[in-house]
């Protein structure tokens, strides 16, 4: 079993940055893939982006590549997004997520533990 709380969220012009935290529980997170993925309202929920469980593979949504940073500190339980050059169509709830195994995923249904969201708005 895993539990996740995300933080970070919140209220940025378009342009700016925000850091993203996902903490877990658990003594077994090193054996977890992590990801994020996002919601708009009235739309789907987005893969964002995904790390392997030692952090050393990791894999981007199109719309999210060269922006977008996805990491992990397995000491601290923690998996980070940091967003930078943010666009009002980054504005979604972000949520994290994780599975069992290393091989990266990009669908909802591959993923057995998520988070409770937080809200990022970007405004113009």
């Known amino acids: 079993q895993v539990q996740l709380v995300e933080s970070g969220g919140g209220l940025v012009q378009a342009g700016g940055s925000l850091r993203l935290s996902c903490a877990a529980s658990?003594?077994?997170?090193?054996?977890?893939?992590m990801a994020w993925f996002r919601q708009a309202p009235g739309k789907e929920r987005e893969f964002v982006a995904a790390?392997?469980?030692?952090?050393?593979?990791?894999y981007y949504g199109d719309s999210v590549k060269g922006r977008f940073t996805i990491s992990r500190n397995n000491a601290k339980n923690t998996v980070y997004l940091q967003m930078n050059s943010l666009k009002p169509e980054d504005t979604a709830v972000y949520y994290c997520?994780?599975?069992?195994?290393?091989?990266?995923?990009?669908?909802?249904?591959?993923?057995?533990?998520w988070g409770q969201g937080t809200q990022v708005t970007v405004s113009s």
């Open positions: 658990g003594r077994t997170f090193s054996t977890y893939s």
């Open positions: 790390v392997s469980w030692r952090g050393g593979d990791t």
């Open positions: 997520a994780a599975r069992s195994g290393s091989v990266l995923r990009t669908t909802t249904t591959e993923y057995a533990y």
